[in-house]
Nanobody
């Protein structure tokens, strides 16, 4: 089992920045990929950014050039979100995908961007 806890969400004005963090615990040695997804009210959950155990990254088209995902250590990833827009308002979820094909989700941290 893997447990994920997100932190760092909040309310900012457009153009601002935040740093989201996700700390994993439990069977962290089974994690292959970690990442961030987000879900705005009334919309589906979309991939924001993912990072593999080797450091490879993939970003959603809407955040390329503004968001940066990093793997701080084996248990923690961060998402640096810059040049925020009102459309970035959503609950941001951390996800861990294991080598055996299981996935785990955190509880989410809300981000609200005002114009």
């Amino acid at each position: 089992q893997v447990q994920l806890v997100e932190s760092g969400g909040g309310s900012v004005q457009a153009g601002g920045s935040l740093r989201l963090s996700c700390a994993a615990s439990g069977a962290v040695g089974t994690i292959s990929t970690m990442g961030w997804h987000r879900q705005a009210p009334g919309k589906q959950r979309d991939m924001v950014a993912v990072i593999s155990s080797t450091g490879s990254t993939v970003y959603g088209d809407s955040v390329k050039g503004r968001f940066t995902i990093s793997r701080d250590n084996a248990e923690t990833i961060s998402l640096h979100v810059n040049k925020l827009k009102p459309d970035d308002t959503a609950v941001y979820y951390c996800k861990a995908f294991t080598f055996s094909g299981r996935d785990y989700w955190g509880q989410g941290t809300p981000v609200t961007v005002s114009s």
